[in-house]
């Protein structure tokens, strides 16, 4: 087992264990699901329940260096024992927090290496050269692989419009690199939990009821809390209301801005019936047509999931956010700020 | 009317049937859905795929649709049903059309006929009838040089942002006339194909100027917890921008100008333009001339937004699974093609003579009421009211766009 990466040493498999390399290093040891059981596996599976249950209760997980073929073989086998609880928020949360550990080691590290780490996820990244600039915005990524990451982050700060782009690049600094690759990570570990297996050995089960059980303790009510059961139109926020205002004055609604009334109302819990009752007074109304939209956006028809409305910043973008308030600038959803003035009221 | 119709359908026949039509198939043909409306029926057939461009000519050329679309996406099964096609990717689009840009001629040369009570009028359609308060109305828009330019305005500056801030060469933007009344540009880098909707959507933002940041957080204060914020750009991006548009209308703005735009001291800014320019933003000391401070920067700087701002068709953009008309195809409202041109002629091409579908022939049309317009060379109108013999892509346009008839 003495096989060194070419690129990366064994520590920095065993602290990023989502690299491409670490997969060409454990290939030789064979892992195979059947073998979760095996002798000497024990060990793996105890550390892979520790990593998802620390992801749960901390949100970050902890380094054991000391035995590393362990702590990089526990790591495939934790996405495993994730993939088995068919659970969207330990899937979420385990992500998260392996993504959060790896960024607080990757600000540590020199340039060098946060390039390697960038390169395995390829990304077009280099390093600032001076003739380019004298700053302190010692890195450039492809606009691309910029917005992949920052286009779900919602500080204003990580919007395109504002950021130091030129001829297809963006100059940043090494803590906003290593932010993005956080996201980077968080969403290439999501998308691994994304598989589904044919079946999971018994043992592995066992250990997921666990898991489970533990989630469901630390989540509490609070992240299942839902809406309102009556719809109360004093909470709309203003975008909303200059929708439905315009929707009972018959103006005429493009198709995004039906499309946000509609799954908003549908959303706060009104009824299929209700909101056709609402567009009846438009000149334009076909009876036919409009049931089967309400219904689609209730996931009544078709795919069967239910379409919420779009966030506040694709709102903006079409045009669609108008009056905003104070209450606006502290939320991100239509629905969010629905629920907040709920609660204030 | 049906004898109008008629006339436009066989003129479409003979387009598509002609063997020397050209129609360039795009990149990764059997990727993506096609979809066309077709004449009669005014039925889009959608969710069809062809496996090269000669297999789309022949059904072209049976069917002979009023208007050819494509998606910009590509998928693994182009033709199974929207959930289960299989999104693998799409190209990055940008529609500018003149319908949503504020044109100098105030579209007078538009109609609009209330649906309802059959109130008429011109210009840009209200929101609900001023007689029947209706909001539904027949509409006939006349694609007409101004909105064609303003369009094409709209198109360099987007084409410039793509250039000096995305970084792709003039090479790499595929440039059409749309067939109507704007332009499309279309990016097929493979480094785009993956980015989705909320990715676009920042490219939107981007090229539309919004959510700009004009000033930074500098130090908190002490005694209030609250931060200073400072007037500051720097030089790349949007900031390089408006630097550049700022020093432009501080050399060379009028009073008037600066009226407009809300500056109070329009006297200052007229005695001291070199050293408001050297001094503040040459030099970064935007406090640096007494009398020109945060307040004349902001509305400074939002007026040079606006301007270079591209009025893009946003929803467009971010619809990752967009049809889009097909390069080559005839438009069903003015029986124009939409063409492709290289970047750099975005100047020069002129539409009414590199779209021009149909060269030859003539015939005699009985014509309403239509502006002066130019097509295929030739400067025609106005009519009202009267039979002419006119060039047929001339007696094409006039009969979709309802303002002309066949004469027996």
Redesign the interface.
């Known amino acids: 087992m003495q096989i060194e990466s070419a690129g990366f040493t064994k520590n920095d498999l065993a602290k990023y264990p989502f690299l491409k390399e670490t997969a060409e290093y454990i290939k030789p040891l064979g892992l195979q699901i059947d073998d979760l059981t095996s002798m000497g596996m024990d060990q793996v599976l105890k550390r892979a329940e520790e990593r998802v249950n620390e992801a749960i209760i901390y949100r970050s997980i902890s380094r054991s260096i000391k035995k590393i073929d362990l702590e990089i073989l526990s790591f495939p086998v934790a996405l495993l024992l994730v993939i088995a609880t068919e659970n969207s928020f330990i899937k979420k949360r385990y992500a998260l927090a392996e993504a959060k550990q790896a960024s607080s080691d990757l600000v540590n590290e020199p340039k060098e290496k946060i390039l390697k780490i960038a390169h395995d996820f390829d990304w077009?990244i280099k390093l600032t050269t001076k003739e380019n600039w004298d700053s302190p915005l010692e890195y450039t990524i492809?606009?691309?692989d910029y917005?992949?990451n920052?286009?779900?982050l919602h500080d204003?700060?990580w919007?395109?419009?504002?950021?130091?782009?030129?001829?297809?690049?963006i100059?940043l600094n090494k803590k906003d690199v290593v932010r993005l690759l956080e996201e980077e990570i968080r969403r290439h570990i999501e998308k691994r939990l994304d598989a589904k297996l044919p079946k999971y050995p018994a043992e592995l089960t066992v250990i997921a009821e666990r898991v489970k059980k533990l989630a469901a303790e630390k989540i509490g009510p609070t992240e299942t809390e839902g809406l309102p059961k009556v719809v109360v139109q004093a909470a709309f926020p203003p975008c909303i209301n200059a929708l439905f205002e315009a929707a009972s004055s018959?103006?005429?609604l493009s198709?995004?801005e039906r499309f946000t009334l509609t799954s908003f109302l549908v959303n706060i819990g009104m009824p299929s019936e209700k909101v056709n009752e609402l567009f009846k007074s438009?000149?334009?109304y076909n009876e036919r047509l409009t049931r089967y939209q309400i219904e689609h956006i209730a996931g009544e028809r078709?795919?069967g999931t239910r379409y919420t409305p779009p966030q506040c910043?694709?709102l903006?973008?079409?045009?669609v956010c108008k009056n905003r308030d104070d209450l606006c600038r502290r939320i991100y959803h239509p629905l969010a700020y629905y629920k907040r003035k709920q609660k204030l009221a | 009317m049906e004898a109008s119709r008629d006339f436009v359908y066989q003129k479409f026949c003979e387009y598509y049937r002609d063997p020397s039509t050209v129609i360039p198939a795009p990149v990764l043909l059997g990727q993506r859905e096609f979809a066309y409306l077709l004449f009669k029926e005014r039925f889009m057939v959608r969710h069809k795929r062809f496996d090269g461009i000669s297999n789309l000519k022949s059904v072209l050329s049976e069917t002979v649709p009023s208007d050819v679309y494509h998606s910009c996406a590509y998928y693994e099964n182009p033709d199974f049903d929207m959930d289960k096609k299989g999104w693998l990717g799409a190209d990055l689009v940008f529609d500018i059309d003149a319908d949503h840009i504020p044109t100098s001629c105030n579209k007078i040369h538009d109609e609009f006929t209330c649906s309802k009570c059959g109130f008429s009028g011109r210009g840009i359609t209200p929101e609900t009838c001023p007689a029947c308060e209706g909001t539904k109305f027949e509409t006939k828009i006349w694609p007409c040089e101004l909105c064609i330019k303003s369009a094409r305005e709209e198109t360099a500056k987007l084409i410039d942002m793509l250039e000096n801030d995305f970084g792709f060469s003039l090479d790499e933007l595929h440039v059409f006339f749309s067939g109507h009344r704007g332009y499309h540009v279309h990016v097929e880098d493979e480094a785009l194909r993956s980015l989705d909707a909320m990715a676009r959507k920042e490219i939107v933002d981007y090229v539309t100027g919004l959510g700009l940041r004009l000033f930074e957080k500098e130090r908190v204060n002490a005694k209030t917890k609250k931060a200073n914020e400072k007037f500051r750009l720097h030089n790349f991006g949007w900031y390089r921008r408006l630097k550049l548009g700022m020093k432009n209308i501080i050399a060379n703005g009028t009073e008037e100008d600066f009226k407009r735009i809300g500056v109070k001291d329009t006297g200052l800014l007229l005695e001291k333009r070199q050293a408001i320019i050297d001094r503040c933003i040459d030099d970064g000391l935007w406090g640096g001339v007494f009398g020109i401070g945060d307040g004349t920067w902001m509305k400074l700087a939002l007026y040079v937004k606006n301007l270079q701002a591209a009025k893009i068709d946003t929803v467009v953009t971010t619809d990752v699974h967009r049809l889009i008309r097909m390069n080559g195809t005839l438009h069903g409202k003015t029986g124009l093609k939409k063409t492709e041109f290289p970047a750099k002629n975005l100047q020069d091409f002129d539409p009414f003579t590199g779209a021009v579908a149909f060269k030859k022939g003539e015939v005699k049309v009985l014509v309403s009421d239509v502006p002066e317009f130019r097509l295929g060379g030739e400067t025609l109108g106005p009519y009202k009211n009267e039979t002419k013999e006119l060039p047929v892509a001339a007696a094409v346009m006039l009969i979709c766009k309802g303002r002309a008839k066949v004469a027996n």
């Open positions: 077009k492809h606009f691309t917005l992949r920052a286009a779900h204003k700060k919007k395109l419009t504002n950021s130091i782009l030129s001829h297809g690049n100059y018959s103006h005429h198709h995004i438009f000149s334009d078709g795919s910043s694709v903006q973008t079409h045009g």
